[in-house]
């Protein structure tokens, strides 16, 4: 049984388990990124507060050429970040945004 068919089963059991949905998202950033962008924006629908799932959502705007999108959903994530005191995501969605601004 492949990972994804694992992780949907997990779900069925917990269909509001914020890790589950993405690790699904995480396992489909490797062979169907706009299915992982759907699955991150149905996690933040969900559970706006995973702070995770900016870094990686916009990460997949950037492989998308959807420059805009990405800082925005950066600058999404460094708020959730900073409300929930979590220094080192606030950091890492900073440094990504800022790369990205620079280029």
């Known amino acids: 049984m492949d990972r994804i ?9 917990d269909p509001a388990d914020s890790f589950i949905w993405f690790a699904i998202a995480k396992e489909h950033e490797k062979t169907d990124p706009q299915t ?9 629908s969900l559970d706006a507060s995973y702070v995770g799932l900016y870094y ?3 990460k997949m705007y ?4 959807e ?7 950066y600058s999404e994530g460094i708020l959730v970040a900073k ?3 979590d220094f080192h995501s606030i950091s890492e969605l900073n440094n990504a945004k800022v790369n990205l601004e620079m280029e």
């Open 36 to 44: 992982a962008i759907d699955t991150y924006l149905h996690l933040r």
């Open 5 to 13: 068919t694992i992780l949907k089963e997990m779900l069925a059991e």
């Open 56 to 58: 990686h959502l916009g």
């Open 83 to 85: 409300k929930q005191s």
């Open 67 to 73: 420059k805009q999108l990405a800082i925005d959903t």
């Open 62 to 65: 950037e492989l998308k050429g």
